[in-house]
């Protein structure tokens, strides 16, 4: 199971679809003694793997800290990062204090489209610096990708870059427009870019030695089982199921994507949210509605929870209106033109 806590909202980057909205820190943030009891709240409700994220978690003063507490609870701890701000020293402390491996932005092989989007001129340069202070610490290293219509040809080339630096895997992250993100929908990926994207995420699967996991695309399931492509992720959407998040100000929530709250930290312990939220227990019902109720791959794909709250009214247990099967749309895979 999956826990990712938004350390902070304070970051130094400006990024065009930060579902966060990040920027300034909240004045309400967990303390550093309230973080080290979530955190053992965490790892009493059985979660093995904690995701340090924001923000920008490396803007915490006491993260080093943290992740030692986690790491001596046998938490794996990995992070979500822009990688600006991972110098030698910075990698190293990671490293001692258990850290298991980095999550590092690269949206565009290109270093100014990158940092158009990132909202900070240098943000290419600090990533891929960042990625050599891992390397050097011994740190490993994954690389995130969001990807939009003006970045989705490049995407498998980045997945080679991935290989090429030797990262442990590639995570492509679909958008879904929440937070900054609602400011730039009409440059998401459509229905039919979607399914044409993903397969060729999964035939880019057989070719490469590391994990390329989409991210907020749940389908990617059926698609790898359609065209026979082996994978390591079975489960589309994890949301209240093995996978929640926890705000910077200690609200739980099923997913970073979604704005249905199943309790906070500083009234009830995680371990019982986790256990008696309603809208976990709603969400592992699993009673999809409209082509999600009724489709043959529901068990494995689950379709999108967040797409679907937002698209109908709140309802996360609607259909996904982003997916081609379900709509009956028949795509052919003829690469992305």
């Known amino acids: 199971m999956i826990v990712s806590w938004m350390t902070t909202n304070r970051c130094n980057l400006a990024c065009d679809h930060c579902y966060q909205d990040a920027g300034c820190e909240h004045s309400n943030e967990l303390s550093t003694g309230e973080?080290?009891?979530?955190?053992g709240e965490i790892a009493r409700a059985g979660f093995k793997v904690m995701i340090f994220s924001g923000g920008e978690p490396l803007l915490r003063d006491d993260i080093y800290e943290l992740v030692e507490h986690a790491a001596d609870l046998g938490l794996r701890c990995v992070f979500g990062t822009n990688g600006t701000l991972i110098e030698d020293e910075v990698a190293r402390r990671l490293k001692a204090s258990g850290a298991a491996a980095m999550g590092i932005s690269i949206d565009s092989l290109d270093?100014?489209?990158?940092?158009?989007?990132?909202?900070?001129?240098?943000a290419h340069t600090g990533a891929l610096a960042g990625i050599e202070s891992c390397k050097r610490a011994g740190l490993p290293f994954q690389i995130h990708t969001t990807t939009l219509e003006w970045n989705r040809r490049e995407i498998c080339d980045i997945t080679d870059f991935a290989v090429a630096s030797g990262a442990v895997g590639h995570f492509v992250f679909f958008l879904i427009p929440v937070g900054r993100g609602k400011f730039i929908q009409d440059t998401s990926l459509q229905v039919r870019e979607n399914e044409l994207l993903l397969r060729q995420l999964m035939e880019k699967q057989r070719e490469v030695p590391i994990p390329v996991k989409p991210t907020c695309a749940p389908q990617f399931t059926r698609v790898a089982a359609e065209l026979g492509v082996?994978?390591?992720?079975?489960?589309?959407?994890?949301?209240?199921?093995?996978?929640?998040?926890?705000?910077?100000?200690?609200?739980?929530?099923?997913?970073?994507y979604m704005t249905e709250e199943a309790g906070d930290v500083?009234?009830?312990?995680?371990?019982?949210?986790w256990r008696d939220s309603p809208v976990f227990a709603r969400l592992r019902t699993r009673v999809y509605s409209g082509a999600c109720g009724t489709c043959d791959f529901a068990d494995r794909c689950g379709g999108c929870r967040a797409r679907a709250a937002y698209y109908h009214d709140g309802d996360y247990l609607a259909q996904d209106d982003y997916c081609a099967h379900g709509l009956g749309i028949d795509v052919e895979m003829e690469g992305l033109t």
């Open 35 to 39: 973080a080290r009891k979530m955190i």
């Open 111 to 122: 270093p100014a489209t990158h940092d158009r989007f990132r909202g900070f001129a240098g």
């Open 230 to 256: 082996p994978t390591r992720y079975r489960q589309g959407c994890l949301a209240g199921l093995t996978y929640c998040v926890v705000g910077s100000q200690g609200i739980v929530r099923p997913c970073a």
């Open 266 to 273: 500083r009234k009830k312990p995680f371990d019982e949210i």
